[in-house]
């Protein structure tokens, strides 16, 4: 039987208090745990880990105690948020699960805006999703109908009805991707508040919770103490015009709720309704083993608009592990015996001003040229096409392009073969790969860090979502082309920096040891299914197993 993992995100901060009960605890235990944790950190890259681990005296202390993968890999080439929650609770890559990106471009919608969010149900007449980036999307229907397969929590359910599968988070994307279309409980952050899906109510205990947070998000607040370990890091950074990173403590005047989110307070809010939710609904108590899935998103919007090596991050960092002791504190308190499984859906890389000066010199912000906008006007100059509606789609400078359905078939594979030979040509492009070349690879199995872009790329693929062509750039270019608008620091690349997360488990009196040879988060569900009596076979899932026992018995078998 398999071991009970609780995912941790080390993005998060909360205060838990109590001690697990041990009976019958032995390593990972024979006995099926009653509650499993987990935590997804919002762009917790391996190198964010191996960074500040002699650090942590908290929760991310505690879980570097009990089993250690510190070379997991989000193994696909679209690292988002979307993509990767979507293989952490269900086993499989990102294409397969139908999540390719956060947007994708689906041209045979009936409305104007063809951009398609991975968490809307665009079949609600009158809805957009609007732009990923602002503080305040389009009006759309939060929902899991994209994902394609059913999480760990869903298969659960299906074994054992009396189980309950809850997830909450700071992005509707991760909640979702993580509980999936069968929950009890879900929630997000949206606005000054956690929500839930369309006509659900929200419970009592969560409303109030909100009015709390209400009361003081649009307060200020001093800045955050300076860790010893941190001082280093405060070196300010200049970007954009007369902007600069590096230096901020998270000190917030009077009418600043907008940036709430994008610090180490949001996370604690986040914890603050996991525990909750423990509480009020007797998570783990009960006679049937239950799962919350909690997605921790301040490492994300903090490495967004300061990057990752700065005195904002380090603060973070410093947060994130004591928010997590915290919450693992009061988890003890509830007496169930619980796993704890903690990982990241992708990594992240610093902003370019500063790497430039940190020993990458060719590090650089994206062409602001390279755009389906601008390829497409230049393709229809030369294939003397008439422009006055896009010949290209794409929901950003890489990624997935789509070639307009208005044209005949034989002017869409000129199209489109013009447009792969201006894109291929740009110095900052790596790779352009066809669709139906990408479709022609066998999924990849193997050390994922051994698989070749196109094997990557073919991870994050599926046939009726990706795009005609799919554009994969350099090494060290962000395609933010300009910081005017907040961010100065993303991800989405097939490289390492953006792919390695770690993965942990941790449960009281669980064998420590530590496995430097690299796993995939898709291993982590059917590891958790084994230890909880969820079987995941292999023909429905990408991953396997990872025998977490440390001893002679295996937690598979």
């Given at each position: 039987?398999?071991?009970?993992?609780?995912?941790t995100?080390?993005?998060?901060?909360?205060?838990?208090?109590?001690?697990?009960?041990?009976?019958?605890?032995?390593?990972?235990?024979?006995?099926?745990?009653?509650?499993?944790?987990?935590?997804?950190?919002?762009?917790?890259?391996?190198?964010?880990?191996?960074?500040?681990?002699?650090?942590f005296?908290?929760?991310?202390?505690?879980?570097a105690?009990?089993?250690?993968?510190?070379?997991?890999?989000?193994?696909?080439?679209?690292?988002?948020?979307?993509?990767?929650?979507?293989?952490?609770?269900?086993?499989v890559?990102?294409?397969?699960?139908?999540?390719?990106?956060?947007n994708?471009?689906d041209?045979?919608?009936?409305?104007?805006?063809?951009?398609?969010?991975?968490?809307?149900?665009?079949?609600?007449?009158?809805?957009?999703?609007?732009?990923?980036?602002?503080?305040?999307?389009?009006?759309?229907?939060?929902?899991?109908?994209?994902?394609?397969?059913?999480?760990?929590?869903?298969?659960?359910?299906?074994?054992?009805?009396?189980?309950?599968?809850?997830?909450?988070?700071?992005?509707?994307r991760?909640?979702?991707?993580?509980?999936?279309?069968?929950?009890?409980?879900?929630?997000?952050?949206?606005?000054?508040?956690?929500t839930?899906?369309?006509?659900?109510?929200?419970?009592p205990s969560v409303?109030?919770?909100?009015?709390a947070?209400?009361?003081?998000?649009?307060?200020?607040?001093?800045?955050?103490?300076v860790?010893?370990?941190c001082?280093?890091?405060?070196?300010?950074?200049?970007?954009?015009?007369?902007?600069?990173?590096?230096?901020?403590?998270?000190?917030?005047?009077?009418?600043?709720a907008?940036?709430?989110?994008?610090?180490?307070?949001?996370?604690?809010?986040i914890?603050?309704?996991?525990?909750?939710?423990?509480?009020?609904?007797?998570?783990?108590?009960?006679?049937?083993?239950?799962?919350?899935?909690?997605?921790?998103?301040?490492?994300?919007?903090?490495?967004?608009?300061?990057?990752?090596?700065?005195l904002?991050?380090?603060?973070?960092?410093?947060?994130?592990?004591?928010?997590?002791?915290e919450?693992?504190?009061?988890?003890?308190?509830?007496?169930?015996?619980?796993?704890?499984?903690?990982?990241?859906?992708?990594?992240?890389?610093?902003?370019?001003?500063?790497?430039?000066?940190?020993?990458?010199?060719?590090?650089q912000?994206?062409?602001?040229?390279?755009?389906?906008?601008?390829?497409?006007?230049?393709?229809?100059?030369?294939?003397?096409?008439?422009?006055?509606?896009?010949?290209?789609?794409?929901?950003?400078?890489?990624?997935?392009?789509?070639?307009?359905?208005?044209?005949?078939?034989?002017?869409?594979?000129?199209?489109?073969?013009?447009?792969?030979?201006?894109?291929?040509?740009?110095e900052?492009?790596?790779?352009?790969l066809?669709?139906?070349?990408?479709?022609?690879?066998?999924?990849?199995?193997?050390s994922?860090?051994s698989?070749?872009?196109a094997?990557?790329a073919?991870?994050?693929f599926?046939?009726?979502?990706?795009?005609?062509?799919?554009?994969?750039?350099?090494?060290?270019?962000?395609?933010?082309?300009?910081?005017?608008?907040g961010?100065?620091?993303?991800?989405?690349?097939?490289?390492d920096?953006?792919?390695?997360?770690?993965?942990?488990?941790?449960?009281?009196?669980?064998q420590?040891?530590?496995?430097?040879?690299?796993?995939?988060?898709?291993?982590?569900?059917?590891?958790?299914?084994?230890?909880?009596?969820?079987?995941?076979?292999a023909?429905?899932?990408?991953?396997?197993?990872?025998?977490?026992?440390?001893?002679?018995?295996?937690?598979?078998?």
């Amino acid at each position: 039987m398999r071991k009970s993992i609780i995912v941790t995100a080390l993005t998060a901060s909360i205060i838990f208090s109590g001690s697990a009960n041990a009976e019958d605890h032995n390593g990972v235990g024979k006995a099926q745990p009653k509650l499993v944790v987990a935590i997804s950190v919002d762009q917790f890259s391996a190198d964010l880990f191996s960074e500040y681990r002699n650090s942590f005296t908290g929760g991310l202390n505690r879980l570097a105690s009990g089993v250690v993968f510190p070379s997991g890999y989000q193994s696909h080439a679209a690292t988002e948020t979307c993509p990767g929650h979507s293989t952490i609770m269900t086993g499989v890559h990102s294409g397969r699960a139908g999540i390719i990106a956060n947007n994708w471009i689906d041209l045979s919608i009936e409305r104007e805006d063809k951009t398609v969010y991975c968490a809307e149900d665009e079949r609600v007449e009158g809805t957009s999703f609007g732009d990923i980036t602002a503080a305040t999307q389009g009006d759309y229907i939060a929902s899991a109908w994209h994902l394609l397969v059913p999480t760990l929590g869903e298969r659960l359910k299906k074994k054992s009805p009396e189980s309950r599968n809850v997830a909450v988070a700071g992005k509707d994307r991760a909640a979702l991707m993580m509980g999936g279309h069968d929950v009890d409980e879900i929630y997000w952050w949206q606005g000054n508040g956690f929500t839930s899906l369309q006509g659900r109510k929200i419970l009592p205990s969560v409303a109030t919770l909100n009015a709390a947070i209400a009361e003081k998000i649009d307060k200020a607040r001093p800045a955050y103490a300076v860790p010893a370990q941190c001082v280093a890091h405060g070196a300010k950074i200049m970007h954009g015009e007369g902007k600069s990173v590096g230096d901020y403590a998270f000190q917030r005047p009077d009418g600043a709720a907008s940036i709430y989110r994008g610090s180490p307070d949001f996370d604690r809010s986040i914890l603050s309704a996991a525990g909750i939710l423990l509480k009020e609904l007797a998570l783990g108590q009960g006679e049937a083993t239950d799962v919350i899935s909690i997605g921790l998103s301040a490492t994300d919007y903090i490495g967004h608009a300061f990057g990752t090596e700065g005195l904002e991050m380090c603060i973070q960092m410093s947060e994130l592990d004591r928010s997590l002791g915290e919450f693992f504190t009061i988890l003890d308190g509830q007496g169930v015996d619980y796993v704890v499984m903690l990982t990241a859906d992708h990594g992240g890389l610093d902003l370019p001003e500063r790497m430039s000066l940190q020993g990458v010199p060719t590090a650089q912000r994206i062409d602001p040229n390279l755009n389906a906008k601008t390829i497409g006007t230049k393709v229809a100059a030369a294939l003397n096409l008439p422009d006055e509606k896009p010949l290209l789609y794409a929901d950003g400078p890489f990624g997935d392009y789509y070639v307009s359905r208005d044209l005949s078939e034989k002017q869409r594979a000129q199209v489109k073969d013009s447009a792969i030979a201006l894109i291929a040509a740009h110095e900052q492009v790596e790779m352009v790969l066809d669709h139906d070349d990408i479709a022609a690879i066998k999924v990849p199995r193997g050390s994922p860090e051994s698989w070749t872009l196109a094997e990557r790329a073919r991870a994050s693929f599926h046939p009726d979502r990706s795009g005609d062509f799919v554009v994969l750039l350099k090494k060290g270019i962000t395609p933010i082309a300009s910081t005017q608008r907040g961010y100065v620091a993303t991800h989405g690349s097939p490289w390492d920096y953006d792919r390695r997360v770690p993965i942990l488990f941790w449960r009281e009196g669980i064998q420590h040891f530590e496995q430097p040879l690299s796993v995939m988060t898709v291993d982590i569900a059917p590891t958790l299914g084994a230890l909880i009596g969820v079987e995941i076979t292999a023909d429905q899932t990408d991953g396997q197993c990872l025998d977490i026992d440390g001893g002679p018995a295996n937690s598979c078998e």
